[in-house]
T-cell receptor, first 107, second 114 residues
């Protein structure tokens, strides 16, 4: 099964951009790259997804490498409410969560 | 409001006492699934259902049962709970099982089996 590798934790200052990396060197051609986040004491929530092209939505941007072996979730201006565990997931026939990156946002 | 609801949110029980955790969604989604979340192990899928009367095992189905008699409901049944099933459980739903679908998660059920 294709897997993702993310740093265990990252820190950011409030109102600064945050770049959360994800490596997925064994991604298959049909796998979509999804990002979810889990705020404290809540269920995971969808952030963004893409296949090959970079994607933007109101929450974040997703930059996908040309070879698709890595991607980066970009939060343009981190707020305290963005403190969460961020999961990078390859979605094909199934949807497997890894350990994610715990993002701490400092005021 | 579009949502996935779970009940109960918290449950403490004893070994061997059958219990059911309910899950309901109001988005007319075909796909529903159950996950458990444990420290250091992340979220692992227990069972999923592509549609009414269609269920299949996920990664950790042992000790659990599910049923899908109606589109909106997907209860998780523990016939004889054991302490190793103490965990945080999440129900999720999506329009279908496609790779592009967004999954919507419930608020979670924290289960303790003594």
């Amino acid at each position: 099964d294709a897997k993702t590798t993310q740093p265990n934790s990252m820190e950011s200052n409030e109102e600064e951009p945050v770049h959360l990396p994800c490596n997925h060197s064994t991604i298959s051609g049909t796998d979509y790259i999804h990002w979810y986040r889990q705020l404290p004491s809540q269920g995971p929530e969808y952030v963004i997804h893409g296949l090959t092209s970079n994607v933007n939505n109101r929450m974040a941007s997703l930059a996908i490498a040309e070879d698709r072996k890595s991607s980066t979730l970009i939060l343009h201006r981190a707020t305290l409410r963005d403190a969460a565990v961020y999961y990078c997931i390859l979605r094909g026939n199934d949807m497997r969560f890894g350990a994610g990156t715990r993002l701490t946002v400092k005021p | 409001e579009a949502q996935v609801t779970q009940n109960p949110r918290y449950l403490i029980t004893v070994t061997g006492k059958k219990l059911t955790v309910t899950c309901s969604q109001n988005m007319n989604h075909e796909y529903m699934s159950w996950y458990r979340q444990d420290p250091g192990l992340g979220l692992r899928q227990i069972y999923y259902s592509m549609n009414v009367e269609v269920t299949d095992k996920g990664d950790v189905p042992e000790g659990y049962k599910v049923s899908r008699k109606e589109k909106r409901n997907f209860p998780l049944i523990l016939e004889s709970p054991s302490p190793n099933q103490t965990s945080l459980y999440f129900c999720a739903s999506s329009l279908s099982g496609l790779e592009t679908d967004t999954q919507y998660f419930g608020p979670g059920t924290r289960l303790t089996v003594l």
